[in-house]
């Protein structure tokens, strides 16, 4: 089976920095999408960032000027540079991908990342 494993994910101070990591991991022929979701206390998940294969790359609001998606795609990698932390970027951030595999492929969810700011 296809599996992402997330890393990066910490505590960090307003105004700090924090690359969260993806890696898809399974017999992988192909990359449609990759991207980050957050979902912090009490609300829905929200999309933080995605990259479609070709280039495209759509960002939450909130965040523009401040993340930035990025994707390996030799290493089926998925990052998410984030500067400029505010305190409500807390939230638990998951790594989204859809991918071809050798059985058809399909939607994929790792299983999250914490990332706290506060001082």
């Known amino acids: 089976q296809v599996q992402l494993v997330e890393s990066g994910g910490g505590s960090v101070q307003p105004g700090g920095s924090l690359r969260l990591s993806c890696a898809a991991s399974?017999?992988?022929?192909?990359?449609?999408?990759m991207g980050w979701y957050r979902q912090a206390p009490g609300k829905q998940r929200e999309l933080v960032a995605s990259?479609?294969?070709?280039?495209?790359?759509t960002y939450a609001e909130n965040v523009k000027g401040r993340f930035a998606i990025s994707r390996d795609n030799a290493k089926s990698t998925v990052y998410l540079q984030m500067n400029s932390l505010k305190p409500e970027d807390t939230a638990d951030y998951y790594c989204?991908?859809?991918?071809?595999?050798?059985?058809?492929?399909?939607?994929?969810w790792g299983k999250g990342t914490l990332v706290t700011v506060s001082s």
């Open positions: 990259l479609i294969d070709g280039g495209r790359i």
């Open positions: 399974g017999s992988i022929s192909g990359i449609n999408v």
């Open positions: 989204n991908a859809q991918l071809r595999t050798s059985y058809g492929g399909g939607n994929y």
